[in-house]
């Protein structure tokens, strides 16, 4: 059974970065998109953004435009979330999720793989 991994999550300052990396133990979901979700608790998962399969092509939440950056290496079965110019607002679980969808698209019911999920916390 295929599963994604995410990992480097943690805590960071206000105006700090981090990069989340998400893992696929197979290449089942090499050509198609992946995107990276976010939830806090008591609150509707809420889109981040999404790469296309070749990374051509990625799509952001207008929360994150510009401040977050998508890419994936199809080489290390690898999608990145590179965060920059963090925010307290953007403390949350952040998920990476796999679609047979080949453009990248925001709803999560298109997803059907989900990572365990991993904790970001920006402090003020």
């Known amino acids: 059974q295929v599963q994604l991994v995410e990992s480097g999550g943690g805590l960071v300052q206000a105006g700090g970065s981090l990069r989340l990396s998400c893992t696929a133990s197979?290449?089942?979901?090499?050509?198609?998109?992946m995107a990276w979700f976010r939830q806090v608790p008591g609150e509707e998962r809420e889109f981040v953004a999404a790469?296309?399969?070749?990374?051509?092509?990625?799509d952001y939440a207008d929360s994150v435009w510009g401040r977050f950056a998508i890419s994936r290496d199809g080489a290390k079965n690898t999608m990145y979330l590179q965060m920059s110019s963090l925010k307290p607002e953007d403390t949350a679980i952040y998920y990476c999720?796999?679609?047979?969808?080949?453009?990248?698209?925001?709803?999560?019911?298109?997803?059907?793989?989900w990572g365990q999920g991993a904790q970001v916390t920006v402090s003020s």
């Open positions: 197979s290449r089942t979901y090499s050509r198609s998109t």
């Open positions: 999720a796999a679609s047979t969808e080949i453009l990248p698209i925001r709803g999560a019911d298109r997803y059907d793989l």
């Open positions: 790469v296309a399969w070749n990374g051509d092509l990625s």
